[in-house]
């Protein structure tokens, strides 16, 4: 099993937690896992409820912009229109009825998703933002 199936199946027996093991924050945890530091430091224990995390992040109003803040600004990811196999994004899924956005990671085929109801793989109707986190299988 590769990186990143051993880290997604890794979600599946975690709880969901906000601001310990969210859709953004295993995001980060991802990109600790191949590039060896944790670019959401500053995010990480900050906020225990989605009004909290709206309150810290701004991720309700902005996803894309919340990402971007930890992929790009400290990870120095690069935005890509064509994402590969581990790369990471924000992308719009059914939730409750209704279309919203949630960061994810790429398997190749699908995308990643840590849920309050649990880590499932779908196909996002649309990919706000996607960045190639640089994963070499081994």
Known sequence: MDDLYRFLNSLISKPFVWGECDCMIVLADWVKVVHGFDPAIDLRYTYDSAP?????????????????????????????D???????????????????????????????????????????????AAWSVGYVQN
């Open 52 to 80: 909290s995390c709206q309150r810290a992040t701004g991720y309700f109003t902005d996803p894309v912009a919340t990402v971007a803040r930890f992929a790009e600004d400290i990870a120095r990811l690069p935005r890509t």
């Open 82 to 128: 064509k994402p590969v196999k581990g790369d990471i994004g924000v992308v719009e899924v059914p939730t409750d009825g209704k279309l919203q956005l949630a960061g994810a990671i790429f398997t190749g085929k699908s995308w990643a998703i840590k849920a309050p109801q649990g880590a499932t793989t779908m196909i996002p109707y649309s990919v706000a």
